[in-house]
């Protein structure tokens, strides 16, 4: 018998391991497998998955078994407890937020606030910190300025002569700003730029003054910081490679040391209410030219439904989008929100003869680049190009103060001394597209906001921002192409 079965074996061995048969071999095998495996699964299926019902085995008196708790129709006795723990859900950390579709909830919960001068999470203790307004030269021999490119949101507007002052707004600088040690030069104020720091709740930072401004900030009651006083030898100094008085450097210890020395408050007031525009969230990014391009897609997908099916709620067909709702039919408002959408990829804005600066935009960054004096505008500090996500245009009443040339503005506390209301027209510029817009200034209030014009406070993408004030008899020479 033994020898038999080795004669067998032998056989089969011989079988998976002559280079003649080997290969049938395995193939045998494999389909021998593979019916094997469709048997199981037929029994499986013909089964109908029926299961067995568990039986319950009831522990003798002799035998040490841990009782267990079969689900019943019935009220059972809760067992005793025993030294084994019991397993449970881990426990969710407070600090982790639960996810929602509202970003701002998330934010809030981790003691962040959106901040209203760029539109980005920032920490509460840096959106509640009161911003500085500092003025810039910007005239030709002044450029490069130094440190305008940490500005998050930058002004100009027209002064005497023909030429432009700028004025940057800053809400976080730190020691580790690239300009913390050289930011200028700077040069002295306008009334006008006094009555927009007001609009900040801004500390104002500036070299010098005209009587006009000095009434100005004693009628705002604007905190300020002036070259030419005491503090002066605190916050600037002078670099002596530069002609005088295109000099003046300030640094941020020294703008530190100066607010301390001054007593002056570095929080928001409680009553202070954020002003100018809105921001989308950076999660979603709705800004206000989207918000009109997405009516105008509803209007045409309505007017689409109406040819097709004589009603847009009739057909819900799937070649039409399903943005059309009952909620969403009503055609006089969306009409109500609709206006032109422009393009805008070079922005030029030829304040005058000698101050003519542009701004061109970036399909792959999104930015528009600001160019002037016949190159691109960069800050010293860092060497690198001034860039905005926004560009706001404001058309202002503007004309000659006296004759020294010194601008007036209605609405920003002019000769005539116009404090009432007073309102404007002007374009929102994003992405290479434009908007037409208008704002509104009650300086005595300390209120001045932007608005599309269906009435909707502006939303603006975050980001940086340069706002132009420019005046309105040469409005016919902005090109936006």
Known sequence: MKEKLAAFFGKIK?????????????????????????AIVLIAVLSGGK??????????????????????????????????PTPTEPEV????????????????????KQSYITGQWVKEEIADQRPYCMMFNN???ANPQSGIGCADILYEILVEGNITRCMGVFENLTDESSCKDRMGSVRSARHYYASIASEYDAIFIHYGETTYA???????????????????????????NIKAPHNAFATLEGIHKAIEQKKFRTEHREDFVPQHFDFAYPEIGVNSIDRIGYAKLLLDEIEQRKQLFGSPMENNDENVTENVTEESVDEEAIKKEIQEISTAALVKLPFSSYAQPYLTYDEETKLYTRYQYGGVHIDYNTNEPLTFNNIIIQIVQESNRDKNGYQDIEGYGDRDGHHDPVEGKGYYICEGKCIEITWAKNEAAYIMNYYTLDGEKLKLRPGKTFI??????????????
């Open 93 to 112: 950390t407070p600090d982790i937020p639960t996810p929602t579709s509202d970003p701002a909830e998330i934010h809030l919960a981790n003691g962040e």
């Open 14 to 38: 011989e079988f998976y391991t002559s280079e003649e048969t080997k290969k049938k071999a395995f193939i045998i095998t494999g389909c021998v497998a593979a019916v094997l495996v469709i």
């Open 51 to 84: 299961e067995e019902p568990a039986q319950v085995v009831e522990a003798t008196p002799t035998e040490s078994v841990t009782p267990t708790i079969e689900p019943t129709s019935e009220p059972t006795s809760t067992p005793e407890p025993t030294d084994t």
């Open 214 to 240: 000095t009434k100005k900030i004693a009628a705002l009651k604007l905190d300020h910081l002036e070259g030419t006083y005491g503090e002066g030898n605190i916050i600037f100094y002078r670099d002596k």
């Open 139 to 141: 005239i030709a021999v």
């Open 468 to 481: 132009a004030l420019f005046p309105h008899y040469r409005a016919d020479k902005i090109e936006i192409e």
